[in-house]
């Protein structure tokens, strides 16, 4: 038994740090559109020079470039996926039912982490990340113990996305509500949300989604 899953949410709900964890915890295969677009652009490919100026402003990219990458990845199986920042839109939600339908796999759940917008404005502007593993750090809740230096593989490559200001916030939180935001009423009438309550500390957050999912030995057992 595998297990497919949404995280949605708006930006700095937390929806990254939870995929790393249950990619650590459960063996799923995280899909963040949002880390294909940022290597589509660092590797210079013509598609990452188109989308680069949108990201930055901080609006949606087409959706025919988004559910490109992710019909792209969806070969990858594993114990299932967790779709990080995707679907973003109607038309992204719908193609990806017909994905999903088209490849045998099923939805589990999507689970809506919920935070209050002045949260979002602190917890963005102070994100930091290291370019080597993925840590995520804060300015003022969880900076680096030695500054400038990885507290988990020791890199110095510490990198703040060029989006995560405040005037590009602004906009990625409109877009959030403008056209992600319908998606809650989607997957609530298809009987799928979850919410959770994304400000609580990380592990109860985790914890949260945990009590959604199948509990991991009716995967390893296949019940
Ligand atoms: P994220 O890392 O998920 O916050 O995404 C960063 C940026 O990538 C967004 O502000 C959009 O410009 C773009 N992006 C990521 N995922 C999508 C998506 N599913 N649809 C449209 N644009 C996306």
């Given at each position: 038994m595998t297990i497919n899953i949404i995280l949605l949410g708006?930006?700095?709900?937390?929806k990254g740090t939870q995929a790393r964890k249950l990619v650590d915890d459960r063996g799923l295969v995280q899909l963040s559109t949002g880390d294909m677009l940022r290597a589509a652009r660092s590797s210079g490919t013509e598609m990452g020079k188109r989308v680069a100026e949108v990201m930055d402003r901080g609006q949606l990219v087409t959706d025919e470039i988004v559910i490109g990458l992710i019909r792209e990845k969806?070969?990858?199986?594993?114990n299932g996926f967790i779709f990080d920042?995707?679907?973003?839109t109607l038309a992204q939600a719908d193609a990806l039912g017909h994905l999903l339908d088209e490849t045998g796999m099923v939805l589990d759940a999507v689970i809506e982490m919920q935070v209050d917008d002045q949260a979002l404005v602190r917890r963005i502007t102070g994100r930091y990340t290291c370019g080597n593993c993925g840590e995520v750090y804060h300015d003022?809740?969880?900076?680096?113990?030695?500054?400038?230096?990885?507290?988990?593989?020791?890199?110095?490559?510490l990198r703040r996305r060029a989006d995560d200001n405040e005037d590009s916030l602004k906009t990625r939180l409109l877009e959030y509500y403008k056209k992600t935001s319908p998606l809650i009423g989607y997957y609530y009438a298809k009987g799928k949300l979850a919410p959770v309550d994304?400000?609580?500390?990380m592990d109860q957050v985790a914890a949260q989604i945990e009590g959604v999912l199948p509990v991991s030995s009716e995967i390893a057992t296949g019940t």
């Amino acid at each position: 038994m595998t297990i497919n899953i949404i995280l949605l949410g708006p930006p700095g709900a937390g929806k990254g740090t939870q995929a790393r964890k249950l990619v650590d915890d459960r063996g799923l295969v995280q899909l963040s559109t949002g880390d294909m677009l940022r290597a589509a652009r660092s590797s210079g490919t013509e598609m990452g020079k188109r989308v680069a100026e949108v990201m930055d402003r901080g609006q949606l990219v087409t959706d025919e470039i988004v559910i490109g990458l992710i019909r792209e990845k969806l070969s990858e199986g594993g114990n299932g996926f967790i779709f990080d920042g995707f679907p973003r839109t109607l038309a992204q939600a719908d193609a990806l039912g017909h994905l999903l339908d088209e490849t045998g796999m099923v939805l589990d759940a999507v689970i809506e982490m919920q935070v209050d917008d002045q949260a979002l404005v602190r917890r963005i502007t102070g994100r930091y990340t290291c370019g080597n593993c993925g840590e995520v750090y804060h300015d003022d809740t969880k900076p680096t113990r030695r500054a400038g230096v990885c507290d988990v593989c020791g890199s110095t490559d510490l990198r703040r996305r060029a989006d995560d200001n405040e005037d590009s916030l602004k906009t990625r939180l409109l877009e959030y509500y403008k056209k992600t935001s319908p998606l809650i009423g989607y997957y609530y009438a298809k009987g799928k949300l979850a919410p959770v309550d994304g400000l609580a500390e990380m592990d109860q957050v985790a914890a949260q989604i945990e009590g959604v999912l199948p509990v991991s030995s009716e995967i390893a057992t296949g019940t």
